[in-house]
């Protein structure tokens, strides 16, 4: 008897392991780049802007529930449609529209 629901995992256990090693490469490359833009450009600009305002140092559990949520978001929209459609492009497209709606969001948030 054939199930109606399709899972999101393909179903050959090679695409798994592809998936897992996807998820832990982007996750690092992402905290490596997003330390470094933090550090160089948005801190400075912060402590000038906000700075009497900012905690000395910031809440790391918060900000590595935000990587491993947003990376799994990007592993699900992205990455696994791309490997489906065999296109490197789909990921891109996918993952530039999460992030403009991500970050989109948090920026007219911030206006409002």
Known sequence: ???CHQSAWPSPKGRQMEYLISYV?????FILIDLIWIKTVMRPIFERSIGSIMLPDPHM????????????????FAVIPAVEAGAWTTA?????LL?????GTYETTNLA
């Open 99 to 103: 992030g403009i709606i991500a970050y």
């Open 1 to 3: 008897m054939a199930s």
């Open 92 to 96: 891109a497209i996918h993952g530039a």
């Open 25 to 29: 490469a982007a996750l690092v490359l």
């Open 61 to 76: 559990g918060a900000a590595l529930a935000f990587f491993v949520l947003y990376q799994a978001g990007l592993l699900y």
